[in-house]
């Protein structure tokens, strides 16, 4: 039992594991069975058996709690509650909490018609740290689900500069000053509108006696046509999260802050709208990068790596030790992990071997897939040093990867590839972005 304290007036939630774990004078009590779990619930108490999901591994045990979470939050409905947790060792009830509190958000700025919820409470001694958690959520789904007509690259830098209030911008970077400095980041932008013009931006939180300087680099494509390439009408309907790896950066970042850390920490945002216009790039277009590599366009689609070149040539020249991108990058990555499972690339094995460690305890899915060197071949071209897309319909998170790593030189570094998005579910209805591995990167961040 995690807490003993006696919370007057506020009614208690009993979360078990295991049969063994429920008082004699409870195991009579009959209880209403769901997929996951099994409930009951009356005026002084409810009771939580979670030993449907007990043999699960560490990770979706964490993960089904945060589910769980969410789930019970709405068939609570209102109230004010605690709870008493006879969990089992390779859980955190913290994932309960935070679930309970997302189920809580609501988008419903653009809708006419606004129904006010009751909102259950719930009480435990996370719930300052939770507190902070759900805050970062909240900003990141509120900015994926904002449109494109209404969030381009300036509105995304706005959003950043109001919520990251103990950062200092560094570096803003448009224009002329962009295309020189940041090629591919100005080519992939040029085909929009000018008041969509292409962003480079630089966020920095200081800590005087850190000596470990970390990079976020966030994907901010705020509407993905395609380019010249053009996507199918399927295919675009969800763009507007295509800026989800800058949203999720930036929700980190406000985490990395709120908690302290002792990290020199730099969030370098790549903003841009991938437009169709005949200023856009063209499949053929040989371009001269950052770092000074010729890259040949193969696909103006595979556009997010483009722009997270050139920012990562920047992370490696002010000498980081530890780069981390995130980017909703490629679909194969969802073709093979689907949505709720983000996959990540690590050019360090002890590094990968600590987040996936991490990412099991916090029940915050990663998982490793290989920078498999054998592809690398699939990004050759005649006439330039290489392609931005490899040359075979296989392996394209891969390839993606190897294609971001030439950019990288002699440092840690992990690269996300994230869907933003979630759908609804038997647990919660909520469809829209998502925040995704942000809390095992946290922890990560907290240990370096």
């Known amino acids: 039992m995690t807490s003993k304290r006696i919370h007057l007036r506020k009614t208690p939630i009993y979360i078990f594991f295991l049969k063994k774990q429920i008082p004699q004078d409870f195991k009579k009590i009959p209880l209403e069975d769901f997929t996951s779990y099994s409930v009951s619930k009356d005026d002084d108490k409810i009771l939580l058996n979670l030993e449907k999901i007990s043999k699960l591994n560490t990770l979706q045990k964490n993960y089904k709690l945060f589910l769980i979470g969410q789930a019970l939050s709405k068939y609570c409905k209102s109230g004010d509650f605690f709870i008493d947790y006879f969990g089992c060792e390779q859980t955190d009830v913290k994932n309960f909490i935070l679930g309970w509190n997302l189920a809580n958000y609501n988008f419903n700025k653009f809708q006419s018609k606004k129904f006010q919820k009751k909102i259950p409470k719930i009480s435990h001694e996370s719930n300052d740290e939770i507190s902070l958690l759900t805050e970062s959520y ?18 995304i830098f706005n959003a950043a500069k109001k919520f990251l209030k103990k950062f200092t911008l560094t570096n803003f970077v448009v224009g002329k000053k962009l295309e020189k ?107 001269k990068s950052r770092n000074g590599s010729f890259v040949e366009i193969g696909d103006t689609d595979a556009e997010g790596r483009l722009i997270l070149a050139d920012a990562i040539t920047y992370a490696c020249e002010k000498n980081a030790d530890l780069i981390i991108d995130m980017a909703t990058l490629t679909g194969a990555s969802r073709v093979a992990m689907g ?26 899915p990663l998982w490793q897939l290989p920078l498999w060197e054998n592809y690398s071949g699939q990004l050759n071209s005649a006439h330039a040093d290489f392609k931005n897309i490899g040359n075979s319909m296989f392996g394209g998170a891969i390839t993606a990867a190897l294609f971001l790593q030439k950019f990288v030189k002699d440092i840690p570094w992990i690269h996300i590839d994230l869907m933003a998005w979630t759908k609804a579910n038997k647990f919660c209805s909520y469809e829209g972005g998502e925040a995704m591995g942000i809390r095992a990167l946290l922890e990560l961040i907290k240990r370096i």
């Open 181 to 287: 400095n940041f090629p591919l980041i100005s080519a992939v932008g040029q085909g929009a509108d000018d008041s969509k013009k292409p962003i480079f931006c630089e966020f920095k939180f200081n800590k005087k006696k850190s000596k470990k300087k970390v990079f976020l680099i966030g994907k901010g494509v705020s509407f993905d046509t395609g380019g010249l390439n053009i996507k199918t009408g399927s295919g675009m309907s969800l763009m507007k999260k295509d800026m989800g790896g800058a949203a999720n950066c930036i929700g980190l970042a406000k985490l990395i802050s709120d908690f302290n850390l002792d990290v020199d920490l730099r969030l370098l945002l790549c903003l841009v709208e991938n437009s169709v216009s005949k200023k856009s790039i063209r499949p053929s277009d040989i371009i």
């Open 339 to 364: 949505i709720d499972v983000p996959s990540f690339f690590c050019n360090d094995e002890d590094l990968a071997m600590k987040l996936i460690d991490l990412s099991q305890k916090t029940g915050d």
């Open 138 to 155: 909240f900003f990141i789904r509120d900015l994926i689900n904002t449109p494109a007509n209404i969030l381009g690259p300036n509105e």
